[in-house]
């Protein structure tokens, strides 16, 4: 079973590529599903959200441009609120490491993750040598995935389609995320780019991962 998964600020259109990836993967007869790391790998999510709005109030749920929100949770940084974080995240780890490895005795071929442990450890500030140490620890407890994708995107056009965050702290995250790639070296990154060109970029590096069996997705006709 080969893993895969997708990263990037909020609007970054992880949903529509994963979408995309799952429908190519299907046209060859590969068997995919989806894992989303926030319901189906984060530890107490429920309370933790609970928790967020108590102590921070803002708006609950998933922002549109019809119905924008102003959400207070990762944007909110202090430095007993990144110690806090630093716990649940490791924590985080290590339940990604106890459930991932049994899904590879099941009947899937491709597992996609939505958001992974590196969409967290972007919330952190990156540049403290004594949290760069702890990433680097995080990132080896947590299973590596065969190929990790951050999905770029322009901040601007991002906020437009997802209204959940201040600009400002969309583009502080962007930098963080590219940021995390570099500190972690084997996460790749997707360039912001039109839809069709990304679904390109993405096939092209997942086909990597697949040597021998490229000749079976020759059939399938080009994007446009």
Known sequence: MKIISFSGIDGAGKTTQIGALQLWLGEVGLRS????????VVVGTRLRELMSYAAFGGDQGVGSPEKPLARRDKNV???PLTVF???????????ARLKMPPMKTGNIDVLILDRYIYDELANLPLDRWSLRFFIHSVLKLAPRPDLALILDADPVAAWARKPEYPLEFIHKNREAYLELARLAGTIEIIDSLPIQDAQAKIREKFLRELPGQEEKFRHLPALN
């Open 33 to 40: 599903t989806v894992l989303t790391f926030w319901d189906d």
């Open 85 to 95: 974080r630093s716990c649940l995240y490791l924590a985080d780890a290590v339940s």
């Open 77 to 79: 940084t202090s430095w």
